[in-house]
Protein backbone atom coordinates (compact mmCIF):
# COMPACT_ATOMS: atom_id res chain seq x y z
CA UNK A 1 0.00 0.00 0.00
CA UNK A 2 1.30 3.30 -0.64
CA UNK A 3 0.34 6.55 0.69
CA UNK A 4 0.26 9.90 -1.75
CA UNK A 5 -0.56 13.47 -0.42
CA UNK A 6 -1.90 15.89 -2.94
CA UNK A 7 -1.83 19.65 -2.70
CA UNK A 8 -5.21 21.20 -3.84
CA UNK A 9 -4.82 24.84 -3.40
CA UNK A 10 -4.38 24.99 0.79
CA UNK A 11 -5.77 22.01 1.08
CA UNK A 12 -3.65 18.53 1.74
CA UNK A 13 -5.88 15.63 0.74
CA UNK A 14 -4.08 12.13 1.72
CA UNK A 15 -5.56 8.97 0.09
CA UNK A 16 -4.13 5.13 0.02
CA UNK A 17 -3.71 3.87 -2.97
CA UNK A 18 -3.62 0.14 -2.63
CA UNK A 19 -1.33 -2.12 -4.60
CA UNK A 20 -4.37 -3.85 -5.87
CA UNK A 21 -5.44 -0.95 -7.78
CA UNK A 22 -2.79 -2.11 -10.23
CA UNK A 23 -1.99 1.44 -10.71
CA UNK A 24 1.48 2.44 -12.85
CA UNK A 25 1.15 6.12 -11.66
CA UNK A 26 1.30 7.58 -8.43
CA UNK A 27 -0.55 10.94 -7.49
CA UNK A 28 1.32 14.11 -7.60
CA UNK A 29 3.20 13.03 -10.65
CA UNK A 30 2.31 14.62 -14.52
CA UNK A 31 -0.15 12.64 -15.97
CA UNK A 32 1.05 10.34 -18.99
CA UNK A 33 0.31 12.20 -22.40
CA UNK A 34 -1.58 10.67 -24.82
CA UNK A 35 -3.14 11.31 -28.18
CA UNK A 36 -6.12 9.44 -29.38
CA UNK A 37 -10.07 10.69 -30.84
CA UNK A 38 -13.39 10.59 -29.72
CA UNK A 39 -16.03 8.10 -30.77
CA UNK A 40 -17.10 11.14 -33.36
CA UNK A 41 -13.71 11.75 -34.46
CA UNK A 42 -12.38 14.64 -32.93
CA UNK A 43 -8.51 14.63 -31.72
CA UNK A 44 -8.10 15.10 -28.18
CA UNK A 45 -4.51 15.55 -26.66
CA UNK A 46 -3.97 15.57 -22.57
CA UNK A 47 -1.43 18.02 -22.84
CA UNK A 48 -3.52 20.75 -25.37
CA UNK A 49 -5.90 20.31 -21.71
CA UNK A 50 -3.61 22.18 -19.37
CA UNK A 51 -5.43 24.52 -17.43
CA UNK A 52 -8.36 22.47 -17.08
CA UNK A 53 -9.25 20.00 -14.34
CA UNK A 54 -9.46 16.87 -16.14
CA UNK A 55 -10.96 13.36 -15.25
CA UNK A 56 -10.09 10.68 -16.99
CA UNK A 57 -12.83 7.60 -16.88
CA UNK A 58 -11.79 4.55 -17.97
CA UNK A 59 -14.14 1.78 -19.07
CA UNK A 60 -15.41 -0.76 -21.68
CA UNK A 61 -18.96 -2.20 -22.92
CA UNK A 62 -17.99 -5.61 -21.31
CA UNK A 63 -17.44 -4.07 -17.86
CA UNK A 64 -20.21 -4.63 -15.50
CA UNK A 65 -19.07 -1.90 -13.09
CA UNK A 66 -18.16 0.70 -15.38
CA UNK A 67 -22.25 0.16 -16.56
CA UNK A 68 -22.72 0.93 -12.69
CA UNK A 69 -21.01 3.92 -12.11
CA UNK A 70 -21.32 5.59 -15.70
CA UNK A 71 -24.66 7.00 -14.84
CA UNK A 72 -23.54 8.48 -11.51
CA UNK A 73 -21.06 10.04 -13.45
CA UNK A 74 -23.28 11.33 -16.17
CA UNK A 75 -25.83 12.86 -13.63
CA UNK A 76 -23.31 13.52 -10.62
CA UNK A 77 -20.44 15.30 -12.43
CA UNK A 78 -20.82 15.69 -16.12
CA UNK A 79 -24.40 17.16 -15.47
CA UNK A 80 -22.61 19.37 -13.27
CA UNK A 81 -19.48 21.22 -14.52
CA UNK A 82 -19.56 20.50 -18.06
CA UNK A 83 -20.82 24.02 -18.72
CA UNK A 84 -17.50 24.77 -16.91
CA UNK A 85 -14.86 25.97 -19.52
CA UNK A 86 -11.82 24.93 -16.45
CA UNK A 87 -13.42 21.14 -16.68
CA UNK A 88 -13.10 18.32 -19.48
CA UNK A 89 -14.21 14.62 -18.90
CA UNK A 90 -13.38 11.96 -20.75
CA UNK A 91 -14.32 8.26 -21.14
CA UNK A 92 -11.66 6.56 -22.60
CA UNK A 93 -12.78 2.67 -23.54
CA UNK A 94 -10.47 -0.32 -23.45
CA UNK A 95 -9.57 -1.76 -26.59
CA UNK A 96 -13.13 -1.49 -28.68
CA UNK A 97 -13.51 -0.32 -32.00
CA UNK A 98 -16.00 3.03 -33.06
CA UNK A 99 -18.83 1.15 -33.60
CA UNK A 100 -19.21 -0.36 -30.45
CA UNK A 101 -18.18 2.47 -28.49
CA UNK A 102 -20.44 4.62 -30.22
CA UNK A 103 -23.26 1.86 -29.11
CA UNK A 104 -22.30 1.71 -25.45
CA UNK A 105 -22.76 5.92 -25.02
CA UNK A 106 -25.96 5.33 -26.19
CA UNK A 107 -27.14 1.98 -24.33
CA UNK A 108 -25.93 3.72 -21.00
CA UNK A 109 -27.13 6.90 -21.73
CA UNK A 110 -23.90 8.97 -21.27
CA UNK A 111 -23.19 12.50 -23.04
CA UNK A 112 -19.73 12.54 -21.94
CA UNK A 113 -17.07 12.27 -24.82
CA UNK A 114 -15.74 8.91 -24.88
CA UNK A 115 -12.28 8.14 -26.12
CA UNK A 116 -10.84 5.46 -28.81
CA UNK A 117 -7.86 3.74 -27.02
CA UNK A 118 -6.72 0.91 -29.84
CA UNK A 119 -4.88 -1.64 -28.06
CA UNK A 120 -4.99 0.11 -24.51
CA UNK A 121 -2.21 2.29 -25.50
CA UNK A 122 -3.51 5.19 -22.57
CA UNK A 123 -4.91 2.91 -20.01
CA UNK A 124 -1.25 0.94 -20.02
CA UNK A 125 0.28 3.94 -19.60
CA UNK A 126 -1.52 4.26 -16.27
CA UNK A 127 -2.12 0.67 -14.99
CA UNK A 128 -0.85 -2.67 -15.22
CA UNK A 129 -0.99 -5.44 -17.88
CA UNK A 130 -3.86 -7.24 -16.58
CA UNK A 131 -5.49 -4.54 -14.32
CA UNK A 132 -9.39 -4.30 -14.12
CA UNK A 133 -10.46 -1.41 -16.24
CA UNK A 134 -13.06 0.46 -14.14
CA UNK A 135 -11.03 3.12 -12.58
CA UNK A 136 -11.22 7.10 -13.02
CA UNK A 137 -7.76 9.62 -12.49
CA UNK A 138 -8.49 13.30 -11.89
CA UNK A 139 -5.96 16.02 -12.82
CA UNK A 140 -5.26 19.59 -11.90
CA UNK A 141 -4.99 22.20 -13.94
CA UNK A 142 -1.20 21.86 -14.03
CA UNK A 143 -1.11 18.51 -15.39
CA UNK A 144 -0.56 16.59 -12.67
CA UNK A 145 -2.74 13.31 -10.87
CA UNK A 146 -4.51 14.45 -8.06
CA UNK A 147 -7.02 11.57 -7.37
CA UNK A 148 -7.48 7.82 -8.36
CA UNK A 149 -10.08 5.38 -7.38
CA UNK A 150 -10.65 2.21 -8.75
CA UNK A 151 -14.09 -0.10 -9.18
CA UNK A 152 -17.09 1.87 -7.88
CA UNK A 153 -17.33 2.32 -4.49
CA UNK A 154 -19.74 4.96 -3.05
CA UNK A 155 -17.14 6.28 -0.59
CA UNK A 156 -14.31 7.38 -2.87
CA UNK A 157 -16.70 8.11 -5.48
CA UNK A 158 -17.98 10.93 -3.41
CA UNK A 159 -14.79 11.80 -2.50
CA UNK A 160 -13.59 12.21 -5.87
CA UNK A 161 -16.28 14.68 -6.27
CA UNK A 162 -14.91 16.72 -3.57
CA UNK A 163 -11.43 16.91 -5.14
CA UNK A 164 -12.99 17.75 -8.45
CA UNK A 165 -14.88 20.76 -6.83
CA UNK A 166 -11.68 21.69 -4.95
CA UNK A 167 -9.65 21.98 -8.22
CA UNK A 168 -12.33 24.08 -9.77
CA UNK A 169 -11.95 26.40 -7.03
Known amino acids: MFLFTTFTRAETIEKEIPADYGYIVEIGQQAPDFSTVTADGQEVKL????GKVVML????????????EMPHIEKEVWQKHKGNSNFALFGIDLDEPKEKVQQFAQDIP???????????????????????VTRNVIINKNGKIAYMTRLFKQEEFNEMKKVIEKLLK
Not at 47 to 50: A, I, K, T
Not at 110 to 126: A, C, H, R, S
Request: charged share 20%; aromatic share 16%.
Open 47 to 50: SDLQ
Open 57 to 68: QFTASWCGVCRK
Open 110 to 132: VTYPLLLDPKGTIFYKYAEKGAG
